[in-house]
Structure formats: C-alpha cells, structure tokens
C-alpha cells in the first residue's frame, strides 16, 4: 500500500510559478516511477509528465515542456512540480500517482502517460491561474 499526498497548490497569474509536492508513504520502492496528472472541469485526466524514481529520468508532455520541471527526494520519498510560465489553461487539480506495482519504467510518453498504468493516486491539489 502506497499513500500519496499532493500539496502546494493556490491561485496565481499568468506568467507565474508554483511548486508542487506529493509526499509518498508505505512501500515506495516497489513503484519504478511516479507520474503527475491534471484535471480541468469539463476535460479528461491529462498526463502532465514522470519521473523514473532509480535514476530521475523525466518525460513530460508537450503542453507543459519547457515549463515544468519535475524532480525527486528519494530520502524524503517526495517528488516535486515546479511550474513556471504558468498560463490560464494550466488550471486544473492536479494529482501525483504511482506507477503500478513491477512495472518497470519504460521511457515512452504513450506508457507513462497512461492513466491506467497507475494504481495509487493522491487527492489532489487545485491551481488556479488568473490572467
């Protein structure tokens, strides 16, 4: 069992940056990575990008690269969203998750940006970006 908690979200104009977190408990080390995903009202989860927990590898999406930054704390069992530019479009609750038990990471965005290859999610946390 994997326990996740995203943290750091808030309001914020266009042009504006925000860190967020996703604090991990419980059997971490079984998960080759963690992802983090979006939700705007009206619209369907979207992959924002992954990080390969081993090494840090990263994969983003194109809406967002170049923009955000993600990382890890291996010892604090946290990965971060550094957010930068942010625009009215990335508004959105924003959810971290781990990917599924013995997958192992495969550096493809059409494999890690798939929700379903993730089995443990956080709550979420809701960034609003005013223009």
């Known amino acids: 069992q994997v326990q996740l908690g995203e943290s750091g979200g808030g309001l914020v104009q266009a042009g504006g940056s925000l860190r967020l977190s996703c604090a991990a408990s419980g059997r971490t080390s079984r998960h080759s990575g963690m992802g983090w995903f979006r939700q705007a009202p009206g619209k369907e989860r979207e992959f924002v990008g992954g990080?390969?927990?081993?090494?840090?590898?990263?994969l983003y999406a194109d809406s967002v690269k170049g923009r955000f930054t993600i990382s890890r704390d291996n010892a604090k069992n946290t990965i971060y969203l550094e957010m930068k530019s942010l625009k009215p479009e990335d508004t959105a609750v924003y959810y971290c998750a781990a990917l599924r038990d013995g997958l192992l990471w495969v550096p493809s965005v059409n494999y890690v940006g798939r929700a379903s290859n993730y089995n443990y999610w956080g709550q979420g946390t809701q960034v609003t970006v005013s223009s």
């Open positions: 990080i390969q927990r081993s090494d840090g590898r990263t």
